[in-house]
């Protein structure tokens, strides 16, 4: 089942602004991650926050959970052109091995 | 530094054909995923295994079948390729279910 919605479906901005997705899910989560893929390839975790945090710091990424909302933002502040990438928010709720349940992206493109 | 490889980069196969998609882990990771991704649906989990010889079903397991005989492979197995299976395939391994560490896909072509 899809759990996470993100929005918007893409994001163009310009080199050195700041990009804001935001990730949605429908059922109670343990943790909430964010991944990155670049074009054609594998995804990279970028970072994980868990149902008891509110906000999670890691470099230029700023992640905050509402869990009251059920929604996660993800800011990357000062893009760079090697930002271009999608980005998918995962979640899992717990209670064993589980798979991840993925949503369907955010495309970034950073202009230079 | 961490890895996970997958077989092929690219596959072409006939419907019909029985095809092997194997994904290695170098990281002693229990856990070990097969997921598709397809434009407009993001990644769905086909199959999951935490341990050797375990699997477990995962959002759309039909037409596919897993096997982990050692820790560190996990294969996917398509019984009879069909065109509706065209897609690209990611695998994952996993120290429990947090992070996950993906190969770089394998874009399979069902004519």
């Known amino acids: 089942s899809q759990q996470g919605e993100e929005d918007p479906q893409a994001l163009s901005i310009q080199e050195g602004e700041n990009a804001t997705m935001n990730c949605s899910y429908k059922?109670?989560?343990?943790?909430l991650q964010w991944y990155r893929q670049n074009s054609g390839r594998g995804l990279v975790h970028l970072i994980l926050?868990?149902?008891?945090?509110r906000e999670k710091h890691s470099g230029r990424l700023r992640v905050t959970l509402d869990t009251s909302k059920k929604s996660s933002s993800l800011l990357i502040t000062a893009s760079r052109a090697a930002d271009t990438a999608s980005y998918f928010c995962?979640?899992?709720?717990?209670?064993?091995?589980?798979?991840?349940?993925f949503g369907k992206g955010t495309h970034l493109i950073i202009q230079p | 530094d961490v890895k996970v490889t997958q077989s092929s980069r690219y596959l072409v196969k006939r419907t019909g054909e029985k095809v092997f998609l194997e994904c290695v882990q170098d990281?002693?990771?229990?856990?070990m995923f097969w997921y598709r991704q397809d434009p407009g649906l993001g990644l769905r989990l086909i199959y999951f295994?935490?341990?050797?010889?375990?699997?477990e079903k995962g959002d759309i397991p039909e037409g596919y079948s897993v096997s982990r005989e050692k820790k560190e492979r996990f294969s996917l197995i398509l019984e009879s390729a069909s065109t509706n299976q065209t897609s690209m395939y990611l695998c994952?391994?996993?120290?429990?279910?947090?992070?996950?560490?993906f190969g770089p896909g394998t874009r399979l072509t069902v004519t």
């Open positions: 994952a391994s996993s120290f429990r279910v947090y992070e996950q560490y």
């Open positions: 059922t109670s989560i343990n943790n």
């Open positions: 926050i868990r149902s008891n945090e």
């Open positions: 995962a979640t899992d709720s717990g209670g064993g091995a589980d798979g991840l349940t």
């Open positions: 990281m002693d990771h229990e856990n």
């Open positions: 295994s935490y341990d050797v010889k375990m699997k």
